[in-house]
């Protein structure tokens, strides 16, 4: 049994020694201000279009990952978990207001657990009509119009960190959230180096992971974090806005082999990997889980390849199998 039962990812943290570059960069990339305003020295805070109350907040510093937050039930859960890890239960002093306990993760992590935050008025954005597909033709004698704009980003979907020991902090998550294994990584039976987790919400449908750890050459290390968009239409009319505003792409478009997303990554001022994707798979907590291959990790069904990762291999991906098992 674990201490608590995550719900969610509810935001990460960062540091920037300019708040109104990364704030700019943000508004271009779909989300919009948490709070009126933006105090002098920061920090600052970023939405998306669903209630979540910030699921990006920025103070001044040297740039880097500051850390990010999960949702748990209520206070009674950051109660149990202040005396497991003998830490106290704080007010949050941000957007949405609540508590947390502030933990350290295996390889010096910062996880805010969070519970009892006032989520806010949810944004509806303008609808673009239904899609003629599959068949079948509801957009009669309608045009489909998209206004040229960010994406509108409505989520934060899940955080992707470099680990060391990948089994050391799996049993440090488990044993505090409870989350699900739904793929682990093996490059040669045997050999784990990774896996994608999911919250265990029971019956009711939540992603295909939540978090994924992935014990790489470089690590500790910030990945990702990824935020979920309307839909297909918005993720390109917002890979079209960045690349307009001469924002510097990663990775995309295309569609992921595990998980299933429609993916386009891009780079922050300050080159922090930072994604759109829609179209996710969803999972309850009985349909278990599986064992994925390194080269499903990094291939695609359809669309841009993966950047090589240094330190790991530069092997295209149809061939990274083949590749890591020979020295595992």
Request: charged share 25%; with cysteine; aromatic share 10%.
């Amino acid at each position: 049994m674990s201490i608590t039962k995550a719900i969610d990812v509810a935001f990460v943290r960062f540091r920037a020694p300019d708040l109104n570059l990364m704030r700019r960069f943000l508004l271009d990339f779909g989300m919009a201000d948490a709070k009126p305003g933006m105090p002098e020295g920061g920090p600052i805070y970023m939405r998306g279009a669903q209630a979540g109350p910030f699921i990006h907040a920025t103070e001044q510093g040297d740039p880097g990952f500051a850390g990010y937050g999960i949702w748990v039930k209520d206070r009674a859960d950051l109660d149990r978990l202040a005396a497991h890890d003998r830490v106290p239960v704080e007010a949050l002093e941000s957007p949405g207001g609540g508590f947390r306990v502030r933990l350290t993760d295996p390889d010096g992590f910062t996880v805010d657990v969070v519970a009892g935050q006032q989520m806010a008025p949810i944004i509806s954005p303008t609808a673009n009509g239904p899609w003629n597909q599959n068949g079948e033709y509801p957009r009669i004698g309608e045009v489909r119009r998209l206004e040229r704009g960010p994406a509108h980003v409505l989520r934060l979907g899940h955080v992707v960190l470099a680990v060391k020991d990948f089994r050391r902090s799996e049993a440090w998550y488990k044993e505090r959230f409870g989350l699900i294994t739904s793929d682990e990584i093996q490059p040669a039976p045997g050999v784990t180096i990774g896996g994608f987790m999911r919250c265990d919400r029971g019956e009711e449908p939540c992603d295909h992971h939540t978090l994924f750890l992935f014990q790489a050459p470089h690590a500790p290390a910030f990945m990702h974090a990824a935020f979920e968009v309307r839909d297909l239409d918005d993720l390109m009319v917002g890979h079209d806005y960045l690349e307009r505003a001469g924002h510097k792409p990663y990775w995309g478009v295309g569609r992921h082999v595990l998980g299933s997303q429609v993916f386009d990554y891009w780079l922050d001022p300050w080159g922090h990997e930072i994604e759109h994707w829609t179209d996710g798979d969803k999972m309850r907590a009985a349909d278990g889980g599986g064992i994925g291959s390194l080269a499903q990790l990094l291939n695609v069904q359809w669309g841009m390849h993966m950047p090589p990762i240094p330190g790991l291999t530069d092997a295209p991906p149809d061939e990274l199998d083949r590749v890591i098992g020979s020295h595992a």
